[in-house]
C-alpha cells in the first residue's frame, strides 16, 4: 500500500524522489531570457517593469467596465468569465487584444449568446476601438522613465491575514501566507543571504499585477481559469508516480519551486521556466493542469504527445498526469484519450471534488467546488511507471471537496 507524506502548507520544497530533466530546464530558461524585456537587470529596470505592469492592470480593470457595458446584459452572469478568456487571446499586448483574431473570438462568443450581427459589430468595434487605445497607452508607459525617481514599492501589513503592496498609485494585495511563500520562492532563486528586499517587493508587486489583470482585473469574480488542485493531491502524485513539477502554474498557485507558467516574463524570479510549449522533456513525470480551454488543451495534447515519442525512441520514463474537465466528444479530449501514451482515464464526478481558488492568493475562501465532472488522463512512455489502483483511489480521496469551499 503506498505510503503518502502528506505536507502541510502551500508549498512543498521538502525532500522528492523527482526525477526531472535539467537539460530541458536550461533549454527552456533559455528560451526565456531571450524572449523577456528585463533591461539590465537592476533595480531602475525593475521598477520599470513594475510601473508596466501596474498600468497594464489599471488599464485591463479599466478596460473591464466597458466589457460589461457593451457585453454583460447579452452574455448574462457569466460575462467576467468571458471577458477573461477573451483577454487571454490577446498577443502582440499581454491581456490587451488587438488583432483580427481577438476580435474574431469576441464575436465567435457574443453569436453563441444569441447576439445579431448588428450587436455584434457595434460590441466587437467598440471593445476594439478601446482596447487598441489601452495599448497605445501602455507602449508609452513602457518607454517613460521618470529621471532620478525615489519611488519604490512599499509594504503595508494590513493585518494578520494580508500584505498591501504599493507603487505610485496602484495597490494589490497578498494573503500573508502566500506572501511568506513567494518570499521562500524568490529566496530559493537567489540565495535566501543575498536578497535585496527592494527587489523581491518589486518583483512581487509585477508579479501580482500581471495575474490580477489576467482575471480582468475583477478579483472578487474572476479566477476560474486559474485553480489547482488540493496539496494533498499533489502529495499522491509527488509519492505514488515521482511527480515533482507543474506545467500550468504560477509562483501564486504552484506546489513544487519549478514550474511552468503562462507569464514566465514575470514569474521566473519565483521559479517559472517559462510556458508549457518552450519545455520538452525527454523524462520525468508532470502534472498538467491547463486553462479549460478546448484549443488550449488541443494544443497541449499534440505537445504532449511529442515529448512522449521522443521518450520512448530514448527509451527513458515520462508520464503526463492530465487535468481537464470530462469532455467527451469534444476533439481536444478525444485527442487525450485516443493518445497512443493513454494509460488510462479517470473521472471524478462533480459532486465528489473541488479545487484551490484560482484567486486563493487574496480571496478569504482559498476552494472552490468543482463545476463539472473532472477527468484525470494518464499519458505515458513504455518505460513509465505504471499507474495502480492504489494510487488512483488515494488521489481520488485527495480530490474530496474541502469544508467551506464555495460554488462557482
Known amino acids: 500500500m503506498l505510503d503518502v507524506d502528506f505536507r502541510p502548507g502551500l508549498l512543498d520544497d521538502g525532500a ?7 537539460d530541458a530546464e536550461r533549454a527552456a530558461l533559455a528560451r526565456l531570457a531571450s524572449t523577456s524585456e528585463s533591461g539590465g537587470g537592476g533595480i531602475d529596470d525593475a521598477l520599470s517593469i513594475a510601473r508596466v505592469e501596474a498600468a497594464r492592470l489599471r488599464f485591463v480593470t479599466h478596460m473591464c467596465m466597458h466589457f460589461e457595458r457593451a457585453c454583460g446584459q447579452r452574455i448574462g452572469k457569466r460575462w467576467c468569465s468571458s471577458y477573461e478568456e477573451w483577454i487571454a487571446t490577446a498577443c502582440e499586448t499581454v491581456l490587451i487584444p488587438t488583432s483580427e483574431r481577438s476580435r ?3 464575436a465567435e462568443k457574443l453569436a453563441k449568446y444569441g447576439a445579431d450581427a448588428a450587436e455584434i459589430e457595434e460590441a466587437c468595434e467598440t471593445m476594439m476601438t478601446k482596447s487598441r487605445e489601452l495599448a497605445r497607452n501602455l507602449v508609452r508607459e513602457r518607454s517613460h522613465r521618470p529621471a532620478g525617481s525615489s519611488e519604490r514599492v512599499r509594504l503595508k501589513r494590513e493585518n494578520d491575514a494580508s500584505v498591501a503592496l504599493t507603487l505610485g498609485s496602484t495597490s494589490v494585495r497578498v ?3 502566500h506572501f511568506h511563500k513567494l518570499r521562500r520562492l524568490y529566496e530559493r532563486c ?16 509585477a508579479m501580482v499585477c500581471r495575474y490580477d489583470a489576467a482575471q480582468g482585473g475583477q478579483v472578487r469574480f474572476a479566477g476560474g481559469h486559474h485553480t489547482a488542485l488540493h496539496g494533498e493531491a499533489f502529495d499522491v502524485l509527488r509519492d505514488g508516480l515521482g511527480c515533482g513539477m507543474e506545467l500550468f502554474a504560477s509562483p501564486l498557485n504552484c506546489r513544487w519551486p519549478k514550474f511552468c507558467s503562462a507569464h514566465g516574463d514575470v514569474d521566473a524570479p519565483f521559479g517559472s521556466v517559462g510556458s508549457y510549449d518552450g519545455f520538452a522533456p525527454k523524462r520525468g513525470c508532470y502534472e498538467v493542469n491547463p486553462p479549460f480551454e478546448p484549443a488550449l488543451v488541443l494544443d497541449v ?11 520512448d525512441a530514448l527509451n527513458e520514463s515520462l508520464t503526463f498526469i492530465v487535468v481537464t ?4 466528444n469534444r476533439p481536444c479530449w478525444e485527442a487525450l484519450r485516443n493518445s497512443p501514451f493513454c494509460r488510462r482515464v479517470e473521472v471524478i464526478p462533480l459532486r465528489e471534488h473541488g479545487y484551490y481558488e484560482g484567486a486563493q492568493h ?11 465532472d473532472s477527468s484525470l488522463i494518464f499519458l505515458q512512455s ?3 511507471t505504471p499507474v495502480t489502483d492504489d494510487v488512483v483511489g488515494r488521489l481520488r480521496r485527495a480530490f474530496a471537496p474541502k469544508q467551506g469551499a464555495k460554488k462557482k
Open 16 to 22: 522528492t524522489t523527482f526525477v526531472g530533466d535539467a
Open 104 to 106: 474574431a473570438a469576441l
Open 175 to 177: 494573503n500573508a501566507e
Open 190 to 205: 537567489h540565495g535566501a543571504e543575498t536578497v535585496d528586499e527592494d527587489a523581491f517587493l518589486t518583483a512581487t508587486f
Open 301 to 311: 495534447a499534440k505537445h504532449l504527445d511529442s515529448r512522449l515519442a521522443e521518450a
Open 325 to 328: 474537465p470530462n469532455w467527451p
Open 362 to 372: 487574496r480571496k478569504k475562501s482559498k476552494y472552490r467546488l468543482s463545476s463539472c
Open 382 to 384: 513504455s518505460r513509465a
